[in-house]
């Protein structure tokens, strides 16, 4: 009698672990299987919240193209900038950038992260503007504005290739 007892748990105990690793098994086919409608669902919804930033954009805004946008404007630093938006106006990220030049969008931006941000008038010509600048930075700020202006006039250089011309250069007369 004991024997068949024995084997009696033994097969129960057997069913019950192989209906165990079953159910594992068909839980992974079936997370598997919804890991495709994650990913459709993980597009659609990148997809409406950019649609809702296209709809809180100027309805004004006209799309420019990006390469003769960043072709015509100077940097920064070479424009003229208000100090802060006006108290009287409305509330930075209510209101929207001034206009669709490149400076009034990364003004606006840089205002909506902080909008206690402080921007420096700079009214004189290029190097007095400059030397302001590097007064009021700290070293680390002016090393990476310095890096940034040489990538700057790389990229102005690259877009504007001078013409190779070839200067001749007179022969002195040799001694013979």
Do not use: C
Request: positive net charge; hydrophobic residues 40%.
């Amino acid at each position: 009698r004991s024997l068949f007892g024995r084997k009696a748990a033994f097969s129960a105990l057997s069913i019950l672990v192989a209906l165990l690793i079953v159910g594992q098994a068909v839980t992974v086919y079936f997370v598997y299987q919804q890991s495709g409608q994650i990913n459709k669902l993980t597009k659609t919804s990148q997809t409406l919240q950019l649609q809702a930033l296209q709809k809180k954009m100027p309805s004004n805004a006209k799309p420019v193209n990006k390469m003769r946008m960043a072709m015509v404007n100077m940097p920064l630093a070479m424009r003229d900038l208000p100090l802060s938006p006006s108290s009287d106006r409305m509330p930075v990220n209510i209101m929207g950038p001034v206009s669709n030049k490149t400076e009034d969008q990364v003004k606006h931006l840089l205002l909506q992260a902080d909008p206690q941000k402080m921007f420096p008038e700079l009214k004189d010509n290029l190097m007095d503007n400059l030397k302001r600048l590097k007064k009021s930075m700290t070293d680390a700020d002016w090393k990476s504005f310095e890096s940034w202006m040489h990538k700057w006039l790389l990229f102005e250089l690259a877009k504007n290739p001078q013409k190779n011309e070839k200067k001749v250069i007179p022969a002195e007369k040799g001694i013979a």
